[in-house]
Structure formats: structure tokens, C-alpha cells
């Protein structure tokens, strides 16, 4: 079984940054984790996706996103974080890790929310 634990959610002004962490755990070798992303979803929308890296470092950005956010990984750490630089009260949402494993499947945190308001 694998688990997936988002951390740094929070409240922040707009035009602040946040960082947000994703690990993952389970009986899984390091190696075997493939893409890892994040997805948010506000109230009354659907989830969407926010970014995605692959095991070699290769990046996917919404495009309205792509400047403003940064995702990176430490795949000794079996990490993934996403780094949210001048924050706009629509990046209000819950934010939710994702990992793909080799062998296994994909796999989904419980999420942390980012509140941007002033």
C-alpha cells in the first residue's frame, strides 16, 4: 500500500508564496515512483491539474499557472513539492498530491487547503 501526506497548506495574504510538500511511503522501492503532480479544487469546481514532474525532472504547467508556480522533486526523499510564488485569491482551493508507481497505480494525499484572502 502506498500513502501520499501533503503538508504546508495554510493562510496567506495575496502576493505571498507558500510551499507545499508531498511524501509518499509505503513498501515501494524509490525507483519505482514515476510522475508525481499536484491538483487542486475549489468549491463548486472540478479538480484540475496544477503541475506535474517526471522521475527525470521533465515539467507540465496549467498555463495560466506556469511563472507563478514551481514543481520540483528529491527522489532520495521520495518528494515532491510545488513551490506558489505570488498567490491570487483564485489559487484558493485544496491542493492534492498524486504519484504514479510502477507495478501499483496512481495515488492520491487527503489534500491540505491554501486560503489566499486578504
Known amino acids: 500500500q502506498v500513502q501520499a501526506v501533503e503538508s504546508g497548506g495554510g493562510l496567506v495574504e495575496p502576493g505571498g508564496s507558500l510551499r507545499l510538500s508531498c511524501v509518499v511511503s509505503?513498501?515501494?522501492?524509490?525507483?519505482?515512483?514515476?510522475?508525481m503532480g499536484w491538483y487542486r479544487q475549489a468549491p463548486e469546481k472540478q479538480r484540475e491539474l496544477v503541475a506535474r514532474?517526471?522521475?527525470?525532472?521533465?515539467?507540465t504547467y496549467a498555463d495560466s499557472l506556469k511563472g507563478r508556480f514551481t514543481i520540483s522533486r528529491d527522489n532520495a526523499k521520495n518528494t515532491v513539492y510545488l513551490q506558489m510564488n505570488s498567490l491570487k485569491t483564485e489559487d484558493t482551493a485544496v491542493y492534492y498530491c498524486?504519484?504514479?508507481?510502477?507495478?501499483?497505480?496512481?495515488?492520491w494525499g487527503q489534500g491540505t487547503q491554501v486560503t489566499v484572502s486578504s
Open positions: 509505503g513498501r515501494i522501492f524509490s525507483s519505482w515512483l514515476s510522475d
Open positions: 498524486n504519484v504514479r508507481v510502477q507495478y501499483s497505480g496512481d495515488f
Open positions: 514532474i517526471s522521475r527525470g525532472g521533465r515539467t
